[in-house]
Nanobody, 126 residues
């Protein structure tokens, strides 16, 4: 079984930055695609970004492209999401996800992703 634990969320003003981390345990995720999703109150969970197992390929939702950067350190079994130029509409609960058998480009739907963390809250004030 895989456990994912997110950290780094918080309250930030619009235009600010946050860096989220997702630490994995239970199994090495070096061969898995890793991703980030978010969910705002009253809305469905939406895809944010993903990174290939080697880190050589990344994929972003249009809404965060150019502002967010996903990266990973397989030696530490950790994936990161650097969020810059934050906007109030970026507010939500951010989840780390992964799973075996995902293809590239990764699915934007959350259903094929098997492993999920509990999430970390990001609130951007205007």
């Amino acid at each position: 079984q895989v456990q994912l634990v997110e950290s780094g969320g918080g309250l930030v003003q619009a235009g600010g930055s946050l860096r989220l981390s997702c630490a994995a345990s239970g199994r090495t995720l070096g061969w898995y695609i890793m991703g980030w999703f978010r969910q705002a109150p009253g809305q469905e969970r939406e895809f944010v970004a993903a990174i290939s197992w080697s880190g050589s390929a990344t994929y972003y939702a249009d809404s965060v492209k150019g502002r967010f950067t996903i990266s990973r350190d397989n030696a530490k079994n950790t994936v990161y999401l650097q969020m810059n130029s934050l906007k109030p509409e970026d507010t939500g609960h951010y989840y780390c996800a992964s799973g075996p058998g995902l293809s590239w480009p990764p699915p934007a739907s959350d259903r094929p992703w098997n492993y999920w963390g509990q999430g970390t809250q990001v609130t951007v004030s205007s």
